[in-house]
């Protein structure tokens, strides 16, 4: 024994056999997880699931179209901390099916992933049943479907239209192709009053019954312009009246200021509106000639431009009535004698009418009634009235001939 530790190579033997224990001892200790690590735990392996992990598919896409696979699927891996860490963190995996080689038809297959071999992976669902149909597009026309067209401002109402495109592009299983009843968009009108400026929407495909399908569609949306416009209808105003003007007064003339109104309103109203009226006057509150405001009266649904009140000129005359004004008889013979037999006494009335001023004047004096018996026989005549009277006035007499009868 003594001679080995003489030996310089047992010496050296010795050393290197300490040195490669330390080594192996430090670099344990260094790698030895702590209880501050929340990541894994001080175990061996560790447990981890991915709940929505994305499913791809392999398969002919310029040819076919599949069904049945799920868009993720939930993925547990177990392994060492050292290499499930880094797969974790940077997700540098995926799963897929496989469907290269696979005919058109239904399928049962297993679905696989490219997570390391160092690391049991299990998915779930492990197998699917998924349908592999040939792929179809064809080119359908877009229909517009607009919404609360009832809703738009008050007269106002849906004209032209435009779609751009007006046709898409549809792909899909052929057997969805076959089932697409109507592609169309929705454009929302409530409460508008201007037209609608190239307004992007999202396109729909249906199938006969109104159920949604989901289908790839190109392009994805499409633009809308459409005319919002309020129509209108130039009409004549009439003033509408109602009652009787005070006693001794007569209306001379009634009119608006504007003899025509412009009325907006849906097309459907303006047909049955060939004039519009202003709100019924009352005479029976008019005392005196000069301007009153007065309402347009309306349809449902209409409006105009301008305000909706209008000048009214109204212009009365007074009238004044005087009675039992003599009626004179002129060139009667010498040997003749007349009598009245209508009006029997040879009186009558007369009505005067005018401004209150020229007819508050007014008397019997300035009025003289005639007739004119010359070169009559005797017996039964009518002979007109000659009416002499003032001027800037009206005057109206009760009888315009009378009747006499003319004796020897």
């Known amino acids: 024994m003594d001679n080995w530790f003489r030996s310089k190579w047992f010496v050296r033997v010795i050393a290197l056999a300490l040195a490669v224990l330390l080594y192996i001892f430090v670099n344990v200790e260094t790698n030895r997880p702590t209880a501050s690590d929340s990541t894994f735990p001080s175990q061996s392996d560790d447990a981890q699931t991915i709940s929505d992990v994305p499913v791809e598919i392999e398969i002919d896409s310029e040819k076919y179209v599949v069904s049945g696979v799920p868009e993720s699927v939930k993925v547990t891996m177990e392994g060492s901390p050292g290499i499930l860490t880094p797969v974790l963190t940077n997700r540098n995996f995926k799963v897929f099916v496989d469907l ?43 229909a517009v479907d607009f919404l609360n067209e009832g809703k738009l401002a008050e007269g106002y109402e849906l004209g032209d239209y435009e779609v751009e495109p007006g046709t898409v592009t549809i792909t899909s299983a052929k057997s969805v192709i076959d089932r697409i009843g109507i592609v169309k968009v929705y454009v929302d009108l409530a409460g508008l009053d201007r037209s609608i400026d190239r307004r992007e929407v999202p396109v729909n495909v249906y199938d006969s019954q109104g159920n949604p399908l989901s289908v790839n569609v190109q392009p994805e949306n499409v633009v809308v312009s459409a005319d919002i416009h309020n129509p209108s209808k130039t009409v004549p105003l009439s003033v509408e009246t109602n009652g009787e003007l005070p006693e001794g007064y007569s209306l001379t003339s009634i009119s608006a200021n504007v003899e025509e109104v412009e009325v907006f309103a849906r097309s459907s ?140």
């Open 269 to 408: 109203v303006l047909e049955n509106i060939e004039t519009i009226n202003t709100e019924e006057i009352d005479l029976s509150e008019i005392t005196e000639s000069g301007t009153i405001e007065a309402n347009i009266s309306l349809p449902d649904g209409a409006n105009v431009s301008d305000n909706k009140t209008v000048e009214v000129a109204v212009e009365l005359a007074q009238t004044k009535t005087i009675e039992a004004l003599p009626i004179e008889v002129e060139g009667l013979g010498d040997e003749l004698e007349s009598a009245f037999l209508d009006p029997e006494n040879g009186e009558m009335n007369v009505t005067v009418s005018g401004s209150q001023e020229d007819v508050d004047g007014i008397t019997a004096d300035d009025f003289r009634f005639s007739i004119d018996l010359s070169d009559l026989e005797p017996g039964e005549h009518e002979v007109p009235i000659s009416v002499e009277g003032p001027e800037g006035v009206e005057v109206v007499p009760e009888f315009e001939q009378a009747t006499i009868e003319i004796t020897e």
């Open 100 to 142: 290269e080689g696979y005919e058109a038809g239904e399928h049962r297959v297993e679905l696989q992933h490219t997570i390391s071999p160092d690391i049991d992976a299990y998915i779930e669902p492990k197998q699917i049943d998924v349908v592999i149909e040939e792929k179809a597009t064809e080119e359908f026309e877009v």
